[in-house]
């Protein structure tokens, strides 16, 4: 469970491989850069508590800095690295980030932010130097490389978006327990997924997601070897499953098309024996997909459903998913209750609203509407993320929609509504709904239908400018990959947007 107990039984064993540079940092390794830097940041000043924020590819030193702050009792807030300036900056100051630490390779966003955010008094830069940033290395390499006297346990700070548009940070509660303490998600890896010093875990997906992160530190814990992927690419995840003898894998959806849709001669070219577990989530899965994945590497797909919140998670393995094919399981952690609008519960069969009890608590930061929004309405402690769905008389959970017509996209949640607000300024935009239409590989794909200023507008050359508009602006996969162009939308006198209408004409 101590990482520092790990190095010291096995130092020279590989704590994390880089699938792509081959790249190997040992155990002690990893150990002595995440002392280094948890020194540091105490040197600074932080203490538990306090809060450090990063925006790093999969970079080879990203789990050190994650495990610097865990095991240094801070919250930590692990950024996409797709994030244009204005959404960094956002970040950085909701969260209240003290130290911020960024890569040579995302200088120019980085850069970009530092006289934006004030509440940063330390900026280091991985791989070199840059204007308000001290390099990383040779800030670390001035403190000792053991442990601090008062190791305790931090917790991440995660941020997931909501109808608003701005992202929300869900903030647990901070345990402050000493460093080692076994932790819920930990307790569930252990009695589902059994690994041990022996396993080797793949994490194809950007470590900044809840679930890669959370994964990879929690299967350090076991001794086991992390193979990071600097980028998902089909065949080279494959590859990596051989060459490492990968047992333990955690997929999105998005990623199983990709390899099914390899030459045959290509998918059967590659020995994929040693997989036990290929864990997937983040996003449904085409039921047709599942089966050929099934079919293809055997039973050892396991799915959950789960938030970052930590309210729920609901597990199926392979033998209960064909026996009820399409669900997403039955709860671990938290009890479902399906409801009505006004909170009552529904019978079996009939889908509502998600809600949990017996789940981790959790807020979201600096806003307390969005807090009060995912509480039961009748006062009772439960919690939801604002999913539909029923469950069976089984009690297995099948998912039917989102509330907040997030779309999930190559398992990755993009928020309308910060599309839209960005859309409706422009000088040729009237009025504009931006939807999740269905896409063969990504599962949802963004849409924008915009009702033009001039009806002569609209066209080829308005939907270039308004998608280029968005890149500008806006990461590029939050950003439509295409625009219709109608009249008018569909509108109550209110004001109040039927987007119902609109998706069900796309999804029919």
Known sequence: MHLGEIAAVTPDKPAVIMAGSGRVITFRELDEESNRLARLLRAEGLRPGDHVAFMLENHPSFLAVAWAAQRSGLYYTAISSRLRP????????????????????????????????????????????????????ERIARHPATPLDDECEGMDMLYSSGTTGRPKGVKPPLSRAPMGTPNRLYQLIAFLFQPDGDSVYLSPAPLYHAAPLRYSLNLHRFGATVVVMER???????????????????????????????????????????????????????IQVKEQMIDWWGPVLHEYYAGTEGNCFVYTDSEAWLAHRGTVGRPLLGEIHVCAEDGTELPTGRPGTLYFSGGSEFEYHDDPAKTASSRDPLGRGWTTLGDVGYVDDEGFLYLTDRLSYMIISGGVNIYPQEVENLLAVHPKVADVAVIGVPDPEMGEAVKAVVQPVAAEDAGPAL??????????????????????FRPDLPRHPTGKLYKRLLKDEYWK
């Not at 098309?257 to 449904?284: C, F, G, N, Q, W």
């Not at 939907?463 to 219709?484: F, G, N, Q, T, W």
């Open 86 to 137: 204005d959404e960094l900056a956002y970040v950085i100051g909701n969260c209240g980030a003290r130290v911020f630490i960024s890569s040579a390779k995302l200088e120019e966003v980085a850069v970009a932010v530092a006289d934006r955010t004030p509440g940063v008094k330390l900026r280091l830069m991985l791989d070199g130097a840059a204007p308000g940033f001290e390099p990383y290395e």
């Open 232 to 286: 998902f690419d089909p065949e080279e995840a494959l590859r990596a499953i051989e060459k490492y003898g990968v047992t333990h894998s955690q997929w999105v959806p998005t990623m199983f098309i990709r390899m099914l849709k390899l030459p045959e001669e290509t998918r059967a070219a590659y020995d994929l024996s040693s997989l036990r577990y290929a864990v997937h989530a983040a996003a449904p899965c085409p």
């Open 463 to 484: 939907e270039r400018e308004l998608i280029e508009y968005c890149r500008e602006r806006l990461a590029h996969y939050k950003c439509p990959r295409s625009v219709d």
